[in-house]
């Protein structure tokens, strides 16, 4: 046996030693290819630590504010009372605002805002009655306009769904009803709203890439790892190869 197998070595030289190399190359590509996926594992878990206290932080946030929505004892949003007030929220924030709201960030038992759905819907309840609102304007002497006379006295001024640039700030009524209705505590809590908006929206997308670069890099190890267990055939496995493909002598001919 050990003749014939140094005589199939003599014959097949070349094809052994090119099948060590490429077995050879298989296994370090498979290592240097674990070694990556593990580099990308490790960077995934250390990007979900950092969502995770990021999380932690914006519910320390939400509840130092203590803003909660209110619920009826159905579960269904109420405004001052009124589904009906929360249905028009509700409508303004995904009719005009065209916000993708998420029913499962709206939970009944938990109606501490600290999800973006709820931030944004904070946000539209304090738009909403600025914009159905009306606001008390006083003359104390008769004003000149666009040659109109506005004669002294008090007013009440309908917002009529206008936003800051859609009053005439030069007008005696509007210019007043502007800085009333859209008054420096209300852009406050827009921007201080819009900020967990952002918050809360950017920690979902990084839970879903630290997911993504976690699973990356553990595909990229287990091919590795395939790429090893298949490189790390024997010389035996090779010249067992090279046996069985060696061409089998014809049978003389009588």
């Not at 003749?3 to 003599?10: D, I, N, P, W």
């Not at 097949?12 to 190399?21: D, I, S």
């Not at 990556?36 to 979900?48: E, K, L, P, S, T």
């Not at 738009?127 to 004669?151: C, E, M, R, S, W």
């Amino acid at each position: 046996m050990e003749a014939v197998r140094q005589l199939v070595c003599e014959l097949f030289h070349k094809p052994l030693v090119k099948g060590k190399l490429m077995a050879d190359r298989l296994r370090k590509l498979g290592i240097v290819m674990t070694v990556i996926g593990v580099v990308f594992a490790i960077a995934g878990v250390y990007a979900f630590t950092q969502v995770q206290a990021g999380y932690a932080s914006l519910q320390a946030f939400s509840e130092a504010q203590g803003v909660e929505l209110s619920y009826n004892d159905a579960g269904q949003l109420v405004d001052r009372g009124t589904t009906e007030g929360a249905e028009a929220i509700m409508a303004l924030l995904e009719d005009e605002w065209g916000y993708p709201v998420k029913a499962s960030e709206l939970d009944p038992n938990d109606p501490l805002v600290n999800t973006a759905t709820e931030y944004m819907f904070m946000m539209a309840t304090i738009g909403h009655h600025v914009l159905d609102g009306t606001q008390t304007v006083v003359l104390t002497d008769d004003v000149d306009y666009n040659g109109k006379t506005f004669a002294a006295g008090t007013y009440e001024v309908p917002v009529d769904g206008r936003y800051w640039t859609g009053f005439d700030r030069m007008d005696p009524l509007d210019g007043p009803a502007r800085g009333q209705a859209w008054s420096g505590t209300v852009h406050g809590l827009f921007g201080e709203l819009g900020v967990g908006t952002v918050t809360a929206s950017t920690l979902q997308l990084g839970l879903g890439v630290s997911a993504l670069i976690f699973g990356l890099g553990l595909t990229i190890a287990l091919l590795g790892a395939g790429l090893f267990w298949a490189g790390k055939g024997k010389e035996d496995d090779t010249y067992n190869v090279l046996v069985e493909s060696a061409p089998k002598p014809e049978p003389a001919s009588v």
